[in-house]
């Protein structure tokens, strides 16, 4: 008998109070970039033994933290070990198959950043999501995580609709200020 195997997957997200992520450009604005760089969010991160990340979120931020990383391309043949972590396809290989390769005995798993592969973890079995909002923060015209999110539909309201619940949301800075809320799968 196979013994079982757990990876907690736990999403980050970074947004501003109108629930962009990037401008119309794609950049990511310095008000969220810092959050990302932060030293209490790279001490959070440095919890996990997986990263997830998507093919711009990688090049984006180099990995000088030297975690295990995985990094989801359609570029990738499968599963492939080269430069800067391990490049998986998910439409050439299950995620269940990916994880059993990059950490064999179960992990705890962070899945940080790219709104493709934030999408595609809420999608499958991600557990957990955490939202760190920039509540001084807004981007005009900006891109949201989902295309259907607009002023009639929050993100929170998506996630709920996706069986996500909202677990906890308090101020962690409240100089910036800065707002963490924790979900939850039902």
Not at 18 to 27: L, P, Q
Not at 100 to 129: D, H, S, W
């Amino acid at each position: 008998m196979r013994p079982t195997v757990k990876w907690d997957l736990h999403g980050f997200i970074m947004t501003c109070r109108n629930d962009c992520v990037a401008t119309k450009e794609g950049e990511i604005p310095a008000a969220l970039s810092e959050l990302i760089a932060g030293k209490a969010f790279q001490k959070q991160l440095s919890t996990y033994d997986v990263v997830i990340l998507g093919r711009c979120a990688h090049e984006a931020m180099p990995n000088t933290h030297n975690r295990t990383r995985v990094i989801l391309s359609s570029a990738a043949t499968a599963l492939e070990h080269k430069e800067g972590g391990w490049w998986w396809n998910p439409s050439q290989m299950p995620m269940e198959n990916m994880l059993r390769m990059v950490a064999p005995t179960g992990a705890k798993v962070a899945i940080n950043g790219g709104r493709t592969t934030l999408i595609y973890f809420l999608q499958n079995e991600l557990n957990t999501l955490h939202m760190l909002r920039a509540e001084s923060v807004a981007i005009k015209d900006g891109v949201k995580l989902f295309a259907v999110s607009d002023r009639r539909v929050s993100f929170d309201d998506i996630l709920r609709n996706s069986g996500m619940q909202l677990m906890e949301r308090k101020l962690i800075d409240l100089k910036a200020p800065i707002s963490l809320s924790t979900w939850q799968r039902d």
